[in-house]
């Protein structure tokens, strides 16, 4: 009796032991997701536009007898006015901080929403677009910077996924919208489908005011004790907040016995000269990889043609024999609906699977699509005045596997890669680059898709775009490193050996474990 008593106290004592046995999977912070899902919402303003424009243009043709020409400088200079937009918003937000620049986003768009949806002739809307392209690339920069310097490692690529999350979804609202609004006369359908984008950025505008800024750039500022107030709230456990504040205060030059509330913190050149110049002038081998990689993943997530499949859906479908604007639209809803689908599943696995895997899988399934629908689109084109029912069917099949691949991988793991990958005194302007680059491609690939197909066909168009995807499997193959699971400060070290970057991941990863081991307890 005693021994049984002696040993079920053992156990009762084994089992309050908090380090015996594998630790607990820590909760994910409900602080950090509400602030990421409210600060994600700035990327409804780019689907939004994306998917109402799909549908606007069929009815802006008609009412204000434009040429396609028109149509396709329409459809994409606001990827090019963005530019404006993303140049601004890193020097922006290093200034007046993350969530001021939020709310700037917010009001740019809505701006452009309201003078679009008034536009009395061509050059007006093109004003209006201009307007709204400013705040696009001030949102499509800010999100996931803001995103990743709040989210903890363990969830930082979930959260990080969300501005394309949110962008799929206003995708989704721009096609319902179109279905809903082209059931009013041609002069109005257009100008309410593109005025209801306002009504987003007021709610963004009036969101934000619950989020608290940012803790890098409250320390870059040097206000330490704010930054401590931000981390604790976000973090997973206050050796988590600890931990992280150590890490900004050693990437800010701040040294680590320095714990007051606020300090002086060393400046950088004034203008960010110094940023451009290590950058782009003498950048270190570190940092030249980080930044081919951050630029070539928004550049191959773009030059693949995404854009093309979601803004020219419905001419996708008439190619493909759909010949009822009804259809055509109800058509493109499925696409925006599997869109968003597939981006939610992806965001559950960002942090399981890893961001290299999703791409390399996301790549390679879309040349497969791309290839598929030029194939289908091809065969119809051969054959003139025949309804091809298996044609249509592979040309619908593939046009939803596109984007059902892309948005499973390559859509939101761009935004979630550049975010976290450059050093903190480069992040703003080096994802600002990243973004200029994603948005530039796009206005291309979106101005040139109509003079493509009918330069080349349309189904050597999606040829053409499957060979710029099979490139871009080949690029995330070779030069991009696993990012999933480590600090923002410790992901930059897995840069600077190029094609040997599985070496330096050993290395850093070697390091880890000695420095865990030496800890004391």
């Given at each position: 009796?005693?021994?049984?008593?002696?040993?079920?106290?053992?156990?009762?004592?084994?089992?309050?032991?908090?380090?015996?046995?594998?630790?607990?999977?820590?909760?994910?912070?409900?602080?950090?997701?509400?602030?990421?899902?409210?600060?994600?919402?700035?990327?409804?303003?780019?689907?939004?536009?994306?998917?109402?424009?799909?549908?606007?243009?069929?009815?802006?043709?008609?009412?204000?007898?434009?040429?396609?020409?028109?149509?396709?400088?329409?459809?994409?200079?606001?990827?090019?006015?963005?530019?404006?937009?993303?140049?601004?918003?890193?020097?922006?937000?290093?200034?007046?901080?993350?969530?001021?620049?939020?709310?700037?986003?917010?009001?740019?768009?809505?701006?452009?929403?309201?003078?679009?949806?008034?536009?009395?002739?061509?050059?007006?809307?093109?004003?209006?677009?201009?307007?709204?392209?400013?705040?696009?690339?001030?949102?499509?920069?800010?999100?996931?910077?803001?995103?990743?310097?709040?989210?903890?490692?363990?969830?930082?690529?979930?959260?990080?996924?969300?501005?394309?999350?949110?962008?799929?979804?206003?995708?989704?609202?721009?096609?319902?919208?179109?279905?809903?609004?082209?059931?009013?006369?041609?002069?109005?359908?257009?100008?309410?489908?593109?005025?209801?984008?306002?009504?987003?950025?007021?709610?963004?505008?009036?969101?934000?005011?619950?989020?608290?800024?940012?803790?890098?750039?409250?320390?870059?500022?040097?206000?330490?004790?704010?930054?401590?107030?931000?981390?604790?709230?976000?973090?997973?456990?206050?050796?988590?907040?600890?931990?992280?504040?150590?890490?900004?205060?050693?990437?800010?030059?701040?040294?680590?016995?320095?714990?007051?509330?606020?300090?002086?913190?060393?400046?950088?050149?004034?203008?960010?000269?110094?940023?451009?110049?290590?950058?782009?002038?003498?950048?270190?081998?570190?940092?030249?990889?980080?930044?081919?990689?951050?630029?070539?993943?928004?550049?191959?997530?773009?030059?693949?043609?995404?854009?093309?499949?979601?803004?020219?859906?419905?001419?996708?479908?008439?190619k493909a024999g759909i010949a009822s604007t009804n259809g055509k639209l109800l058509c493109t809803i499925a696409v925006g609906v599997t869109k968003t689908i597939f981006i939610l599943?992806?965001?559950?696995?960002?942090d399981r699977v890893g961001r290299r895997v999703l791409l390399i899988a996301s790549s390679a399934g879309l040349v497969a699509s791309l290839w598929g629908l030029a194939i289908g689109?091809?065969?119809?084109?051969?054959?003139?005045?025949?309804?091809?029912?298996?044609?249509?069917?592979?040309?619908?099949?593939?046009?939803?596997?596109?984007?059902?691949?892309?948005?499973?991988?390559?859509?939101?793991?761009?935004?979630?890669?550049?975010?976290?990958?450059?050093?903190?005194?480069?992040?703003?302007?080096?994802?600002?680059?990243?973004?200029?680059i994603n948005r530039v491609t796009s206005g291309i690939i979106l101005m040139t898709f109509i003079s493509l197909y009918n330069a080349i066909t349309i189904g050597g168009s999606f040829?053409?775009?499957?060979?710029?995807?099979?490139?871009?499997?080949?690029?995330?193959?070779?030069?991009?490193?696993?990012?999933?699971?480590?600090?923002?400060?410790?992901?930059?070290?897995?840069?600077?050996?190029?094609?040997?970057?599985?070496?330096?991941?050993?290395?850093?990863?070697?390091?880890?474990?000695?420095?865990?081991?030496?800890?004391?307890?």
């Amino acid at each position: 009796m005693a021994e049984q008593q002696l040993s079920k106290a053992l156990t009762r004592a084994e089992s309050s032991i908090p380090d015996f046995g594998p630790p607990p999977r820590p909760k994910r912070n409900k602080y950090s997701l509400a602030c990421a899902l409210l600060a994600s919402m700035t990327s409804i303003l780019l689907g939004y536009d994306t998917g109402v424009m799909s549908g606007a243009t069929l009815y802006i043709k008609q009412d204000l007898h434009v040429s396609d020409v028109q149509i396709e400088i329409l459809v994409g200079t606001i990827n090019i006015y963005s530019l404006v937009g993303s140049a601004i918003a890193g020097k922006t937000s290093d200034l007046v901080g993350r969530r001021y620049t939020i709310v700037i986003a917010a009001v740019v768009f809505f701006a452009g929403a309201f003078l679009m949806g008034f536009a009395t002739n061509y050059a007006f809307l093109m004003f209006g677009r201009f307007v709204a392209g400013i705040g696009v690339g001030y949102a499509l920069m800010i999100a996931p910077v803001y995103t990743a310097e709040v989210a903890p490692s363990s969830s930082r690529g979930f959260l990080t996924s969300f501005p394309e999350v949110f962008i799929n979804f206003g995708v989704l609202l721009g096609y319902v919208s179109n279905y809903f609004f082209a059931k009013l006369p041609i002069n109005l359908g257009w100008r309410f489908m593109m005025g209801v984008g306002a009504l987003p950025s007021v709610l963004l505008g009036l969101g934000v005011l619950a989020m608290p800024e940012s803790p890098r750039w409250l320390v870059m500022q040097g206000r330490l004790a704010d930054a401590r107030k931000v981390l604790d709230r976000t973090s997973e456990s206050l050796q988590e907040s600890h931990d992280r504040l150590a890490d900004i205060k050693e990437a800010a030059g701040i040294p680590a016995e320095c714990n007051e509330d606020v300090v002086e913190v060393p400046r950088r050149k004034k203008g960010g000269a110094g940023v451009w110049k290590e950058l782009f002038i003498h950048p270190t081998p570190k940092v030249l990889h980080i930044l081919i990689a951050g630029i070539g993943v928004h550049f191959f997530q773009q030059a693949s043609g995404i854009d093309s499949v979601v803004m020219y859906s419905p001419r996708i479908f008439e190619k493909a024999g759909i010949a009822s604007t009804n259809g055509k639209l109800l058509c493109t809803i499925a696409v925006g609906v599997t869109k968003t689908i597939f981006i939610l599943i992806s965001t559950c696995y960002l942090d399981r699977v890893g961001r290299r895997v999703l791409l390399i899988a996301s790549s390679a399934g879309l040349v497969a699509s791309l290839w598929g629908l030029a194939i289908g689109l091809t065969v119809i084109d051969h054959y003139p005045g025949q309804k091809l029912t298996w044609a249509i069917g592979i040309c619908f099949f593939c046009t939803l596997s596109s984007v059902a691949t892309f948005s499973s991988g390559m859509g939101p793991i761009a935004w979630v890669y550049s975010s976290e990958i450059f050093p903190l005194k480069l992040r703003a302007q080096g994802n600002s680059i990243a973004v200029a680059i994603n948005r530039v491609t796009s206005g291309i690939i979106l101005m040139t898709f109509i003079s493509l197909y009918n330069a080349i066909t349309i189904g050597g168009s999606f040829f053409f775009y499957g060979a710029i995807a099979f490139a871009g499997f080949l690029f995330f193959c070779t030069l991009l490193p696993e990012t999933k699971g480590r600090s923002l400060e410790e992901t930059e070290e897995l840069f600077g050996t190029f094609l040997r970057w599985r070496s330096r991941a050993r290395e850093v990863e070697s390091r880890k474990w000695e420095n865990e081991k030496n800890r004391p307890i």
